[in-house]
């Protein structure tokens, strides 16, 4: 197949609108064939513990039987590699490189949110969803969810802090692939075919129908009940610099960029 064939693949960052990325594309391709594949999170957005481990394990296996018969994710790539068609849409909860297909020019996508409104709304979709369960499924949960359920935001930003060599940066880790590189807006650059932010979803929506050549309106739909409009609670600024200071500086270079 000539390389100059192309597949868009979306990274989809949780929490930052990436619904509506995957419905903005959809929308403006409509012919478009979409693969959702099972997450790739970084390590910056995996848990702790064999148990979340293998919960993720689970979930992936489960996905990839469901969607290609194979609980193998090199096969299920290769498989994708052979049936695609130009132009489909591949998305995920995964990290850039991932995606294993050899045959096509890859055009990556990726959308990013304020990362202290994205954390806080992260922190509400993990309290909702520990209040919706009853006591003896919420045994079960990942701690983080535990300590958003049980505690403030102010909580929830103290743990990630003191695990901060696992959960830093989440963005840069989906948006490099985990990637050491000197400046992660220069790789996003030079590796993207188009990018924009959540808070400037609009700029976002028509520079990329231009790409496309085809109109993709903005749509952005929150997904955490309670959520709209709620601003970040009361927070240790220091351990927030400490945590997502290289997700801060990303955001204000990509927010700069669109004017």
């Known amino acids: 197949m000539n390389q100059s064939s192309y ?21 403006a391709l409509p012919a478009s064939r979409l693969y959702a594949m099972p997450p790739v999170p970084p390590t910056s957005d995996l ?67 304020d990362p202290v409104r994205r954390l806080f709304s992260e922190y509400l979709y993990y309290r909702e969803s520990f209040l919706d369960r009853n006591l003896w499924r919420r045994f079960y949960l990942a701690e983080r969810i535990k300590v958003a359920g049980t505690g403030s935001f102010n909580d929830y930003v103290g743990y990630l802090y003191k695990h901060r060599d696992r959960f830093a ?12 590189v000197s400046d992660p807006y220069d790789f996003l650059c030079k590796n993207y075919f188009h990018f924009g932010t959540l808070e400037k979803i609009g700029t976002f929506a028509e520079q990329l129908s231009m790409k496309l050549g085809s109109p993709s309106a903005p749509a952005w739909k929150n997904k955490t009940p309670g959520a709209t409009g709620k601003t970040p609670e ?3 600024t220091g351990k927030i610099q400490s ?12 927010d700069r960029s669109l004017g």
């Open 47 to 113: 848990g702790i513990g064999w148990s979340e481990d293998f919960r993720q394990m689970r979930s992936t296996k489960k996905r990839l039987w469901k969607l290609f018969r194979t609980l193998d994710y090199s096969t299920a790539w290769n498989q994708l590699n052979s049936k695609a068609t130009e132009g489909d849409i591949v998305t995920g909860h995964f990290h850039h490189g991932v995606p294993q297909l050899p045959n096509w020019n890859l055009r990556y996508i990726t959308m990013v949110r």
């Open 7 to 27: 597949l868009y693949v979306l990274v989809r960052i949780r929490k930052s609108g990436s619904q509506s990325l995957v419905e903005m594309m959809s929308s």
């Open 169 to 180: 940066n989440p963005a840069v880790g989906y948006i490099t692939g985990g990637k050491v």
């Open 243 to 254: 945590l997502l200071g290289k997700d801060i500086e990303l955001y204000e270079a990509i």
């Open 234 to 236: 009361e927070h240790d």
